[in-house]
């Protein structure tokens, strides 16, 4: 699948950006690249493993129950703390020092109300529901990030990083929840207020 060659690529682009501040730029040359990348693949049947359960197993907006309940255990293996629930099915990670400046990522989690008609093995299980927009791959490179990003947590000198997974807030025409709602339902939750 192309999602299982591209997750370690865009695991390290992501961890690259992360780590491209001017204060710790000079750091990370080639060597660490390469470490780095060879970490994500190092991962890579965990990473598929976790898509293919988020994707035969998807929720529609804020009833996520199973998914934000697969991110937790994750994140409780690897030792990552987490506030949880943050915009009702939500989960927010936190990595590194607590100090200024946080970078923030986050991936949507949620699926669509639509029949996925391929065949295939590993497709929804689910009858009128499916990821059609990568959700899964999102919510499964998040998981990663997060993974490397802890195991290097003492190199994000004066930096916090934050992993949300959190329903899709902007409205799709298919959605029944305003975007209104959902927005009102993140901003007004206290989970982000040290942002």
């Not at 710790?24 to 598929?48: C, H, M, N, P, T």
């Not at 003492?154 to 298919?174: C, F, G, I």
Request: with cysteine; charged share 25%; proline share 4%.
């Amino acid at each position: 699948m192309v999602a299982t060659y591209w997750i370690p690529h865009l695991l390290l682009t992501l961890f690259l950006f992360l780590t491209s501040s001017p204060a710790i730029r000079g750091k990370y040359d080639q060597v660490y690249r390469d470490e780095l990348l060879s970490s994500a693949q190092q991962d890579k049947d965990w990473l598929v493993s976790i898509r293919r359960k988020i994707h035969e197993n998807p929720e529609l907006g804020f009833q996520e129950h199973n998914t934000s309940a697969l991110i937790r255990r994750e994140l409780d293996k690897l030792g990552i703390p987490y506030t949880y629930p943050f915009a009702k099915t939500g989960v927010v990670a936190q990595i590194g020092s607590g100090s200024h400046p946080v970078v923030a990522l986050r991936a949507d989690i949620d699926a669509l109300p639509m029949q996925e008609l391929v065949k295939w093995e590993h497709k929804s299980k689910i009858d009128g529901r499916m990821h059609a927009c990568g959700h899964d791959v999102h919510t499964t490179m998040l998981l990663g990030a997060a993974k490397l990003l802890n195991q290097r947590k003492d190199r994000l000198k004066k930096r916090r990083s934050n992993a949300t997974w959190t329903s899709n807030y902007m409205s799709n025409k298919e959605e029944t929840i305003t975007n209104v709602q959902k927005g009102n339902w993140i901003f007004n939750d206290s989970s982000l207020d040290h942002m």
